[in-house]
Structure formats: C-alpha cells, structure tokens
DNA sequence: TACCTACATATAGAGAGCCTACATGTAGGC
DNA sequence: GCCTACATGTAGGCTCTCTATATGTAGGTA
C-alpha cells in the first residue's frame, strides 16, 4: 500500500474502528490490519500522533487504564466524531465515486 | 474534496485522461472535471509540476504545438506509462477495498 | 542472568506532494 | 482599455505519513 494514497483517510479508519467500541491505540492497529484482512499495516509513528490530533480537535477523547501491569491509553468517540465519521463516510463515496470515474476505461471520446 | 484525499492518485487521474489520446494540461483539466462530473477541480499548480514529473520518470512524453496562436506543450503515455496505468488500476482496486471495508459500519464485535 | 517476543506509548526529523499565490503571455469581445 | 478564456509555469508553504529511535512491562526460555 502506497504510504501517500492513506493521507487524508486516516482520520475516516481510526473514527470507524472506534465508532462501535472504545479501544487503545494498539489495539486499534491490530483492528484496522484485520478488518482490512491484512492490507493496512499502520505503523506506531502514524497512528499515535494521528489519535492525538483527533483528540485535539475534539473528536476523541481519551483516559488512562492499567491492563496487566501495562498502561494503556483508551480512545473513544466523542458527539463531534460520531457526527465527522458520519461526513468522512460520505465525503469516501464522492471521492471513490470521483475518482473511479476518471479511472474507468474509456476506449471512446464520446465524453 | 479535501485535497489531502488526492495524494497519491494524482498519477493514476492523469495517465488515465491521456490513455485514449495525448492532450495538453489545459485540457486534462479540463477533462478531468468532466469525466468526474464537476467534483475535481484540480489547480494548475497541482497539474504542470506533476505531469513533468511524470514526464521525468517515463510515463509521459511531450511536443510542444501552436494552436490558434497558443502554445501547447501536449503530453502522450508512453509504454511504460501505459503499464504503470495498469498497475494504479490494481493498486486502486486494493486501496478502496481495504479502506471500504474498514468504513462499512459495524455494529456487532463479532468481526 | 541474559535474551527474546509481545504488548504499549511516544517523539524527532525526513520526505513528498498538493495547494495558494503569483508571473507571463495570446486571442477575441465589448 | 478592460475583461474573459485559453495556456504554462514557479516559489514557498503546509500538513500528514513514515522511519527510526527511545522507553518500559510481562512472560518465556536457556
């Protein structure tokens, strides 16, 4: 997978694997490489810089909890992410639309 | 559309505009935003530094022309271009596969 | 003890490409 | 003279993703 073909999709991924529960960052690594059965492998450098961003403009919020003696940071949606995923989701359907359009074949110049 | 969204696709956009016949930037502009129907308008800033990129790495070779008193730089695929299309459509294909595939909602934590 | 792997978070700096803004010029209508 | 459409180009900025590195716990094994 082509690194620059994720920009501007990551914020899409990380708010759809914690739209339906809350999750450390990762575990959410682990959810994004098995629900797209292997093909996204994001590294620790994108995904924990990523999630404090989405923190920061208020989409996530995030607490401490000890696990097994390791300290995990939990991520979960807030109103504002629910509603930005809602956005995300579409504004993917205009842009696979837009682009799948270009992309297709098109042995005619009949425009 | 966010702009962000584009990084990485730009090439496939263009190799796939000039697949059918050569044109010149103006109307790959142009062209592309008829064939996604009004939903890229890509900037000239984007457009000329990327197609000399593309001519610089091989997949596009370019004449100049005068049309009506203007001057046309027109760009064609080369061979190598015409398989690197190819391969942006596969690469395509898998980029919006994984991605859909995280997107699609979910609600049950049986995935 | 030493070493390895899995789990877990974080930052600095690099790299790349898309965008904004600007510069330049022709043709043609009013 | 002024505007719009046509046509190409560059400089600099911005932002995000990645690589590389640092830190630390838990548990297995030799």
């Given at each position: 997978m082509n690194p620059d073909a994720l920009r501007g999709h990551m914020d899409a991924?990380?708010?759809?694997?914690l739209e339906r529960e809350p999750l450390h960052g990762y575990a959410i690594i682990e959810a994004l490489q098995q629900r797209s059965g292997g093909a996204l492998s994001?590294?620790?450098?994108?995904?924990?810089?990523?999630?404090?961003?989405?923190e920061r403009i208020g989409h996530l919020s995030s607490e401490w909890a000890t696990v097994g003696g390791r300290k995990r940071r939990t991520y979960r949606l807030t109103e504002s992410?629910?509603?930005?995923?809602?956005?995300?989701?579409?504004?993917?359907?205009?842009?696979?639309?837009?682009?799948?359009?270009?992309?297709?074949?098109?042995t005619r110049a009949s425009g």
């Open positions: 991924l990380l708010l759809s694997v994001v590294p620790t450098g994108t995904v924990y810089p990523a999630l404090r961003r989405l992410g629910r509603r930005q995923l809602e956005g995300e989701r579409s504004a993917w359907r205009e842009f696979t639309d837009a682009i799948g359009s270009v992309l297709r074949p098109q």
